[in-house]
């Protein structure tokens, strides 16, 4: 297989997005707008070290933190309803000493995840099951990469010509024969997963942006889209594969290459029935990953995927390395996993290999570290010989294809736009308790900032032990009314004060292509609104003593209360003007205001039910400053 040539197209598209973000700070803006001087983070360019870790308590710690901010960005926290799966397997093919069957199933109503399901044809009692994302290889499951067999010939990859054609099923035909029920499915927009598709009926990804589906903003301040729909399907390959009877659930596996190697991290960090992971050329402090099923909102915010990866710790998991983003992974990224394993006294469980000769892969030599260390951790009994690959008769795509006259596939208004639209409203029909919405406007708001923020108290003559946190997008001077009073106040300079437009991602959405997707910047980067919040968090934390009010006005209404949400009993009282403002009346993602998730996790309202403090709602400043005077 030419792994390189394989991967130009998408390479292409991701260098484009990267680039666009690199070149931010170079776009043209208004003079009047304020240029960002906090630091941005692409998912290329940056350095994603893991956060280290001095004891296990500390690490159960980070651990949740982690967890649950893949949880937030997947759209799965809490865990959505777990539908009938009203799966279906069919299409049986018998090969000399395993078989593969047609398998469809519904993630949630009306969304199917289609793959293959391959099993050994000799087995007694329970055996291993383990699931496989495949990653962006050509054409997916149905992958033919006939013409670059010599090439892999040549370079020592493969031995056997069908596993060159396909080493997407010479592992699944391999874990079978080492008596594994192996279920490999389709990523989104990939060979059978046809309700994705662009108006010509081509299956495939969209990059966006869209008034509606995916890529509007009605989906992103739902948290919902190709990454969390592709993760909600492995959590459902999960239970499709563990409810099948004839496998062991103490003995579950899961592997991937390249996007493949990206959901196994993910699905194995959030869901412990994965007792075993071996994610592919995917870990490192290096590109994060390329494609819109990669990336999502908060994702990255001070983290990475080794921070990812060390969520499957204790449990052993198993890495490779290429000549690719994933090159220094011995040096950058394994050593930390190593030493987290090891103070867990686990260090035996993980491993890496380092074939970095080979470009981007999951060639025989990376299958070959793959089938030992299941052999090893699934406890498989089998000696090297019966580890070692043999050829298989090439399954063609008619062959594999779960569709057919019998089980046609979906149409009409089961694909494309409408698809996408019925997917999201099915999730925004999910409840949220209180105590999830509180952790994940706990995570939405938090900025991972270490910088001193410039909020000077002005102190009256005679004060009356009350100071007021006066925050205005307009006029960040100390209203001379309140210090006459006897108030001090504290009048921070919020980021960017007077933006009307948000200049970390100015011009991006005017740009085709992947940077259409809004995830590229806030799976980095925090929101606007969330750095002002820290800001005013910052400030609050100056305050000598006594009692505190938090004003919001001019624009800066929402701040103030997402401030006080997060504030705890530290304030006393809030009085704001709103102006009747609610995030999901926000339809541009650059909006200095825009929160992604931010309607999901119950708006406005959610945050002022979020507040210990008592709210004043005004309807001017002035109106908010004669609510202060008048306290007693």
Known sequence: ??????????????????????????????????????????LNKSYFPFTPVNNRAAWETRREEVRNRVLLASGLLPMPERTPLRAVIHGRIERDDYTVEKVFFESLPGHFVTGNLYLPKKRSGKIPGIICPHGHWPNGRFMDNKAGVKKQFDMGAETFENAARSPLQARCVQLARMGCAVFFYDMLGYADSVQFCDANGKVLHRHGPQEKGFLSAEAELNLCGYFPLQTWNSVRALDFITSLPFVDKSRIGCTGASG????????????????AAFPCVMVSTAMQGGCTCENSHYLRIGMGNIDIAALTAPRPQGLTAADDWTKELETKGFPDLKNLYTMLGVGDRVEAHF???????????????????????????????QLAERDFVFSTQQELSVWDDKHPAPSGDNVGTPHEVAVIKWFR????????RRTAWQLMLDCKRTDVVDAPVSYPERWNKTTVLWLSLKNPAPPRQLLDAGYAV??????????????NVYGARKQAGFEGYAGYHYGYNPPLFAERVGDALAAIATIRSGRIIIAGVEGAGAIAVASAALAGSSVREVMVDLGGFRFANLTNVWDVNFMPGAEKYGDIEALL???????????????????????K
């Open 490 to 503: 504290a009048c921070p300079k919020l980021y960017l004060q007077g933006a009307t437009k948000n200049p």
């Open 429 to 436: 029909q999910q409840k949220v308790p209180s105590a999830a």
């Open 609 to 631: 039910a979020l507040c210990s403090a008592k709210i004043t709602k005004a309807d001017s400043p002035d109106a908010v400053m004669a609510a202060i005077l008048k306290r």
């Open 1 to 42: 297989m030419d792994n390189t040539n394989m991967k130009n197209k998408t390479s292409q598209r991701t260098h484009s997005a990267c680039l666009l973000i690199m070149l931010l700070l170079l776009a043209p803006v208004r003079a009047d707008e304020p240029v960002p001087t906090r630091p941005l983070r692409d």
């Open 355 to 385: 074939d970095i000769k080979f470009p981007h892969n999951y060639n025989a030599v990376s299958r070959a570290h793959m089938y030992r260390f299941f052999n090893k951790h699934l406890k498989l009994g089998l000696s090297d010989a």
């Open 260 to 275: 493949g190697g990206t959901q196994t991290m993910i699905i194995s960090g959030i869901d412990d029935r994965v007792k």
